[in-house]
């Protein structure tokens, strides 16, 4: 069992920068893929990032790909996303999710840990 607490979200300008933790509690959290995903109101959850147990691997969506990075520190059970050139389209609440799958990492489907979302506001 994994319980995962987000924390970090807030207001932010268009242009300007956030860092989203997730922490985790429970046993072998080194083993799990960690990802964060996101859902504005009436869409769909989005994919947004996605790094492996040993941090040796992290994949992106498109739309984030070059402006956020995922990464972790396995000693203190945190994963974290740094968001960087916020734009209004990245206002959803933010989601950090757990997996020991090793496909299909784009899809909610395939995580079976989900912590309870931080909103992120990006003001024009």
């Known amino acids: 069992q994994v319980q995962l607490v987000e924390s970090g979200g807030g207001l932010v300008q268009a242009g300007g920068s956030m860092r989203l933790s997730c922490a985790a509690s429970?046993?072998?959290?080194?083993?799990?893929?960690m990802a964060w995903f996101r859902q504005a109101p009436g869409k769909e959850s989005e994919f947004v990032a996605a790094?492996?147990?040993?941090?040796?691997?992290?994949y992106y969506s498109d739309s984030v790909k070059g402006r956020f990075t995922i990464s972790r520190d396995n000693a203190k059970n945190t994963v974290y996303l740094q968001m960087n050139s916020l734009k209004p389209e990245d206002s959803a609440v933010y989601y950090c999710a757990a997996t020991r799958s090793s496909h299909g990492l784009g899809f909610p489907r395939e995580y079976d840990y989900w912590g309870q979302g931080t909103q992120v506001t990006v003001s024009t």
């Open positions: 429970g046993s072998l959290f080194s083993t799990y893929t």
């Open positions: 790094i492996r147990w040993s941090g040796g691997s992290t």
